[in-house]
Nanobody
Framework: VQLQASGGGSVHPGESLRLSCVSP?????????RAWYRQAPGKERELVAR???????DYAESVKGRFAISRDKGGGTLYLQMNSLQAEDTATYYC?????????WGPGTQVTVSS
């Protein structure tokens, strides 16, 4: 049971990236991806954005107005649109989901913002 995240990369300040998270075997292992976290070197993992079962959206203060979390119509793919990226956004980004009531973490995708 796992999640796969993609879309990370190296960009300059002010540029954009879109992360995607999907369960590779949705029929066999229906993981519900619902949040993005990130962890910068030397720092604790922090919540970036999440979508509740009722589709309420919640963002870290540092990304409000710049990042947007969304889900495709089928609900199997979770996105994180990241605009106006800053050096402080440099981190490994992790997708988080639930398999029933079991928390599932993706392996992480690196986002590096530098000039």
């Amino acid at each position: 049971v796992q999640l796969q995240a993609s879309g990370g990369g190296s960009v300059h300040p002010g540029e954009s990236l879109r992360l995607s998270c999907v369960s590779p075997s949705p029929r066999r292992f229906p993981v519900n991806p619902r949040a993005w976290y990130r962890q910068a070197p030397g720092k604790e993992r922090e919540l970036v954005a999440r979508m509740t079962p009722g589709r309420m959206l919640d963002y870290a203060e540092s990304v409000k107005g710049r990042f947007a979390i969304s889900r495709d119509k089928g609900g199997g793919t979770l996105y994180l649109q990241m605009n106006s990226l800053q050096a402080e956004d440099t981190a490994t980004y992790y997708c988080y989901g639930l398999y029933g009531s079991v928390p599932i973490w993706g392996p992480g995708t690196q986002v590096t913002v530098s000039s």
